[in-house]
Structure formats: C-alpha cells, structure tokens
C-alpha cells in the first residue's frame, strides 16, 4: 500500500500515474491529424503536480498492402516539434487535510493563561502550509469558560 505521508515537491509521474492506449498511430494517405490516446490513473494517493514526457520515437514507413513495416523514417521528425510535457494536477488532498482535537479538560478556569488545542495534519503532507481557525469563548453556567474551536478551517499555502 502506497505511503499517503510523502514530503517530496519535485515529482515526475511514473509509470503507475498513467498509460498509453495506443502507441502507434497510423495515418492514411491524405490524413493530417491523429491522436495518442493516454489513460491517467486515479489512485487515490496525495501527489503534487506530476509532469511527463510524450514524444515521437520514431516514424516508419507502413505498407497496408503486406501490413508490414518497410523503412523508418527518423529524418522526417521536426525536431522541435516532436515531445510536449503533460502534467498530471496536484490531487487528492496532497497538501493534507486538517482536524482539531478536543483539549482536555476542556472546561478552563479564567485565570488559566494558556489551553493547547492540537490540530491534526493527514493523508498529504506536501509543501508548507497555514492554517487558520478560529476560537470563541463562551460563558459556562460553572463560572469558568468553554473554549470552542470554529469547525471550519482554511488551508493556504505559505
């Protein structure tokens, strides 16, 4: 099972993010356009951008008669126009997700000075991130307070 933990910020996509459905393209006579087509994979697993590579390998001559091969054509490719980078979006919460925990005791006295409330980083823990939330004090009937922390929580990155 992939770890959800990662740290790296420079990825490239391996061979698991994607697959190619048809790596060769043939083109009839008078045919000017055909397209790869490439399937990307939904894993589920925290990943930030991930770029890869489509390029033309290689260019050969196809006899439909015979349905074979019969020369390969390298000097047609024009250079450069023969790759483009594809990049697979930063997904699946890869910058994590944020939960708070209870404190305890949770009922405080006003003339505590300091409660500790933890909040919660899991699944992607990629690049630095801040997280803002909000605290509201409530009177309790007891005379101390309630501390409460605001449900929602906003991730921005630094």
Request: overall charge negative; charged content about 20%.
């Amino acid at each position: 099972e992939p770890n959800e933990n990662h740290h790296e910020t420079n990825r490239t996509a391996d061979a698991s993010d994607f697959s190619l459905l048809n790596a060769t393209l043939f083109f009839a006579q008078d045919q000017s356009e055909a397209s790869l087509k490439i399937a990307i994979a939904n894993d589920n697993i925290p990943e930030v951008d991930e770029p890869f590579l489509v390029f033309i390998s290689s260019v050969e001559a196809f006899d439909a008669a015979s349905g074979e091969f019969v020369a390969t054509l390298l000097a047609i490719v024009d250079v450069l126009d023969s790759n483009v980078t594809v990049v697979i979006a930063e997904n699946d919460d890869a910058r994590g997700i944020f939960s708070v925990s209870q404190p305890s005791p949770n009922l405080v006295s006003e003339d505590s000075t300091t409660i500790s409330i933890t909040v919660h980083r899991f699944r992607g823990l990629f690049g630095t991130v801040s997280v803002e939330g909000s605290l509201f004090l409530t009177q309790s009937s007891g005379g101390g307070a309630n501390l409460t922390m605001d449900a929602h929580l906003d991730k921005s990155l630094i």
